[in-house]
T-cell receptor, first 112, second 119 residues
Framework: DAKTTQPTSMDCAEGRAANLPCNHSTISGNEYVYWYRQIHSQGPQYIIHGLKNNETNEMASLIITEDRKSSTLILPHATLRDTAVYYCIVRPFGQAGTALIFGKGTTLSVSS | GAVVSQHPSWVICKSGTSVKIECRSLDFQATTMFWYRQFPKQSLMLMATSNEGSKATYEQGVEKDKFLINHASLTLSTLTVTSAHPEDSSFYIC???????????????FGAGSRLTVL
C-alpha cells in the first residue's frame, strides 16, 4: 500500500475551516484515499473516501489533486468536538476483507 | 448507519486471569472483523483478522495462544486475553466492514473500544 505523510499536529480556531493535508506520492491507480478520525478514548470513525474526484458529505470535503499525489480533508466549520487524531489511509479498492493500517495521523486541536 | 458494539467498555483484572471482550455487529452481518490494540499516545496496531467459521489470522509478533479469537457467528467475535499480565494493559478495538458501501470499499465501522487494566 502507498505510504502517507501527515503533519503531526495542527491547530484551528472554532468556526474556521480546518484543512488537513496528506501526502501520498506513491499512490497507484487502484488505490483510494480514506480518512478516519479518533476522538480521545473512542474507536475510530469513518469520515470520507475518494479516488480522484472531489468528494463531499455531511462531515467533510475531500480534495484530491489531479496527479493524486496529495489530498486535503476540509472540515468547513470546525467545532470543539472535532478535536481528534485524523488518519489518512490509502488502500486498494476491492480488498474489502483486509484491514486498515493506521499511521500516526494528525492531531487536530480546535480551540475557542 | 452500521453499529459495532463492544463489551465491556473497561475491565480491571488481576495478573494471571483471563478476560473476554465481545464485539458485535448490531445491524449487519460481518464475515470478517478486525482486532486492534492501542497503547497510550500511539496509533492503532492491527492484532488479527477474525473470519467467521475459520481460524483467525494473526499479525507478526502477536501471540495466538495468548490472544484467543473466536468468530462463531456472523455478528459476534470475541477476543480472550489469557493469563493477562500488566503489559497487556491496553485499549482494544474491534471493527467490521460496513455493508452499506460497495463491496470493494474499505469502510470499516469501529467499536468504542475496551480498556483493559491488568493489576
Amino acid at each position: 500500500d502507498a505510504k502517507t505523510t501527515q503533519p503531526t499536529s495542527m491547530d484551528c480556531a472554532e468556526g474556521r475551516a480546518a484543512n488537513l493535508p496528506c501526502n501520498h506520492s506513491t499512490i497507484s491507480g487502484n488505490e483510494y484515499v480514506y480518512w478516519y478520525r479518533q476522538i480521545h478514548s473512542q474507536g475510530p470513525q469513518y469520515i470520507i473516501h475518494g479516488l480522484k474526484n472531489n468528494e463531499t458529505n455531511e462531515m467533510a470535503s475531500l480534495i484530491i489533486t489531479e496527479d493524486r499525489k496529495s489530498s486535503t480533508l476540509i472540515l468547513p466549520h470546525a467545532t470543539l468536538r472535532d478535536t481528534a487524531v485524523y488518519y489518512c489511509i490509502v488502500r486498494p479498492f476491492g480488498q474489502a476483507g483486509t484491514a486498515l493500517i493506521f499511521g500516526k495521523g494528525t492531531t487536530l486541536s480546535v480551540s475557542s | 448507519g452500521a453499529v459495532v458494539s463492544q463489551h465491556p467498555s473497561w475491565v480491571i483484572c488481576k495478573s494471571g486471569t483471563s478476560v473476554k471482550i465481545e464485539c458485535r455487529s448490531l445491524d449487519f452481518q460481518a464475515t470478517t472483523m478486525f482486532w486492534y490494540r492501542q497503547f497510550p499516545k500511539q496509533s492503532l496496531m492491527l492484532m488479527a483478522t477474525s473470519n467467521e467459521g475459520s481460524k483467525a489470522t494473526y499479525e507478526q509478533g502477536v501471540e495466538k495462544d495468548k490472544f484467543l479469537i473466536n468468530h462463531a457467528s456472523l455478528t459476534l467475535s470475541t477476543l480472550t486475553v489469557t493469563s493477562a499480565h500488566p503489559e497487556d494493559s491496553s485499549f482494544y478495538i474491534c471493527s467490521a466492514r460496513e455493508a452499506g458501501y460497495s463491496a470493494g470499499a474499505n469502510v470499516l465501522t469501529f467499536g468504542a473500544g475496551s480498556r483493559l487494566t491488568v493489576l
